[in-house]
Nanobody, 129 residues
C-alpha cells in the first residue's frame, strides 16, 4: 500500500515562509525521484520542484517561478520529503501535492511533469495574501 500524506500548508502574508512535509510509506519511498506540484484555482497542475537520487548524489530541479525561493529536500531516515518555501508571493497560492513512483525519462521536463509519477498525496492548501 502506497501512501503519501502532505502537511504544513496554511495562510501567510506575502514575503512569508512555509515548510511543507510529505510522509511516505510503502515501496514508493525508494523511488529515485520525488516531486512537489501545485494547482492554482482554474489552472492546470504544474511541477514546482523535484529531487532525484543517483550516483550517490542528490539532484534537484526547480520551476523558474520558484528558483532561489523554494528548496526541496528529503530525509530518507524519516521517509519524508520537504519543501521549504521562502519569499512567498500571491502567485504561489494553490493546493500543493507531493508525488512519487517516478517512471519517466529523467529529463528536466519529465521530472517536473505530472504524467510521469504514479503516486500522489491528497494535497495541502497554501494561501498567500
Amino acid at each position: 500500500q502506497v501512501q503519501l500524506v502532505e502537511s504544513g500548508g496554511g495562510s501567510v502574508q506575502p514575503g512569508g515562509s512555509l515548510r511543507l512535509s510529505c510522509g511516505a510509506s510503502g515501496h514508493t519511498y525508494s523511488s529515485n525521484c520525488m516531486g512537489w506540484f501545485r494547482q492554482a484555482p482554474g489552472k492546470e497542475r504544474e511541477g514546482v520542484a523535484a529531487i532525484a537520487v543517483g550516483d550517490s548524489r542528490r539532484h534537484t530541479y526547480y520551476a523558474d517561478s520558484v528558483k532561489d525561493r523554494f528548496t526541496i529536500s528529503r530525509d530518507d531516515a524519516k521517509n519524508t520529503l520537504y519543501l521549504q518555501m521562502n519569499s512567498l508571493q500571491p502567485g504561489d497560492t494553490g493546493v500543493y501535492y507531493c508525488a512519487a513512483g517516478y517512471q519517466g525519462s529523467g529529463t528536466f521536463y519529465s521530472r517536473l511533469g505530472e504524467f510521469d509519477y504514479r503516486h500522489w498525496g491528497q494535497g495541502t492548501q497554501v494561501t498567500v495574501s
